[in-house]
């Protein structure tokens, strides 16, 4: 071997280690892994350091950390594509008993309501009519529309809470 041929890989790790791990980690936002692609290119330099222009060790390193940067998102991108589907999740066997016991409670409170307030809420919510419609369906004005989905819409809640 000449003196040429020979790297401080040592010395050169001790300079620069940092500096490539925050180069690396910039490119693969994953210290871990920014820390594994350094080490491969000091790898990489020491198996070849017989083909690197002497001097140049520092380029050497740089551009196998971008490139070993670049593999690791690539191989993260794969992955990525090659995932299966997140299941869909399933619902417990209580969530349709809970819900009819929701909807009941619902049909209920809303029977005790007053014909008009119980008229304006399901004209509004289940059929999803506007407040001139309403009133036109109704025969009565604007104003009162409101005032009973107003009023009804309280007497409901407080009903659901059990407060009536």
């Known amino acids: ?3 040429q041929a ?4 040592d010395g050169l790790y001790a300079r620069e280690w940092h500096a490539l791990v ?4 910039l490119l693969v936002d994953d210290v871990p892994s920014a820390e594994d692609v350094v080490q491969e290119a000091f790898l990489g330099l020491q198996r070849n350091h017989a083909r690197v222009t002497p001097g140049s060790e520092l380029a050497y390193l740089r551009a196998s950390v971008v490139n070993g940067s670049r593999s690791v998102l690539r191989r993260r991108r794969t992955a990525r594509n090659h995932q299966p589907p997140e299941p869909e999740p399933v619902n417990g ?3 349709d008993v809970l819900a009819k016991a929701q909807r009941d409670a619902l ?3 809303l029977g005790a309501l007053p014909r008009r307030q119980k008229e304006v809420l399901v004209l509004r919510y ?4 506007s407040e001139a419609e309403i009133a036109a369906a109704l025969g009565v004005s604007a104003g009162t529309v409101k005032t009973s989905a107003s009023r009804g819409l309280a007497a409901l809640q407080l009903r659901l809470e059990g407060r009536s």
Request: proline residues 0%; glycine residues 0%; without cysteine.
């Open 1 to 3: 071997m000449t003196a």
């Open 6 to 9: 020979v790297v401080d890989v």
């Open 22 to 25: 925050r180069l690396a980690a």
């Open 93 to 95: 066997a209580d969530v």
């Open 107 to 109: 049909v209920s409170a």
């Open 126 to 129: 289940w059929s999803q009519l």
